[in-house]
């Protein structure tokens, strides 16, 4: 009897490091390295250019407070409500001097006061983790912006957060579930970071459910920013100046107006330059060709210049 129990006890010890053990490993050598996956898919599947990481706005602090990238020597009328722009490198104004960026020129047009939220890399999870921070930070309480410009650009699609990602796929499921045998079963191999890899490799290469975890974070973005402010006018604007040639399939189909229209459903208006100033932006000498590295070429100011009186005109921002 004694020998049965040391055993059942030997045999316990040695399934419980077996586990730990296969933990541990598919943690390290599986989980672990999501993001590195992620990045090598859409790399080669999708035709991106270039990846870029957002930092995380717990470590760079700096990089998410507002004033970021606008020229705060231009005059602005302190009675009008200020505005918001949110985005990536385009908003940041990557290549381009600060008084020329989309925010500055707004500014000067406009005499509004402009604060820009954007960084080159940024995608709608990381704009998202912005937010929160300025939600906590205060500054949607003490700027009370009339507008918010979310601008959006093909590659978004391509940058996207390996633990955001996952997150969004625990919450999907969790709310879809019925505790049947099979969400039982399923939530044990759920607990295992081997089956997480597994469910989020099947998960990205779906062109609709990427769709779906950029409209998650855009629509939670807006959530966020009206809690604090009701009457704020949120636009989606759509930087389309891609040509026919080389860019197809998940990345023209993410620039596409009508995919993002149920955005209007919830106050969020949608738009693109296309329809703004037409296909303007489609012939040379609206982007920046000296930076060999910045693919896809980046808006020069010269871009920014017919953008703003078009959005202004049909929004009545002044």
Request: glycine residues 4%.
């Amino acid at each position: 009897m004694k020998n049965l129990v040391k055993i059942v006890i030997i045999n316990i010890i040695f399934l419980f490091l077996i586990t730990y053990f296969l933990e541990f490993i598919s943690y390290n050598l599986i989980y672990g390295n999501l993001d590195d996956y992620i990045r090598n898919f859409f790399s080669t599947d999708i035709k991106n250019q270039l990846i870029l990481s957002a930092p995380d706005y717990n470590k760079n602090i700096e990089l998410y407070k507002p004033h970021q990238r606008n020229d705060e020597s231009i005059l602005y009328d302190v009675i009008k409500r200020p505005v918001l722009f949110l985005g990536c490198s385009y908003t940041y104004g990557q290549g381009i001097n600060i008084y020329q960026t989309f925010a500055s020129q707004f500014q000067k047009y406009t005499k509004r006061k402009t604060n820009t939220v954007a960084y080159p890399g940024n995608a709608p999870d990381s704009i998202l983790k912005a937010i929160m921070f300025l939600y906590d930070y205060g500054d949607l309480d003490k700027n009370r912006y009339e507008y918010v410009v979310y601008t959006w650009m093909y590659n978004h699609i391509c940058r996207k957060e390996a633990s955001m990602v996952n997150k969004f796929l625990n919450e999907k499921y969790y709310a879809n579930r019925n505790n049947s045998l099979k969400d039982k079963i399923m939530y044990i191999f759920d607990k295992l970071y081997f089956f997480k890899y597994i469910s989020l490799k099947l998960y990205i290469k779906k062109e609709r459910n990427l769709y779906e975890y950029q409209k998650d974070c855009i629509l939670s973005i807006n959530k966020l920013i009206k809690e604090k402010i009701p009457d704020i006018k949120f636009i989606f604007l759509i930087y389309d100046d891609l040509t026919e040639n080389g860019h197809d399939g998940i990345e023209k189909n993410m620039l596409n107006p009508e995919i993002w229209s149920c955005l209007e459903e919830h106050g969020i208006k949608v738009v693109s330059t296309k329809e703004l100033v037409g296909d303007i932006l489609y012939k040379p000498g609206y982007k920046l060709t000296y930076d060999t590295f910045q693919n896809p070429p980046h808006p020069n100011s010269k871009a920014w210049e017919i953008i703003v009186p078009a959005i202004v005109n049909k929004y009545n921002m002044y």
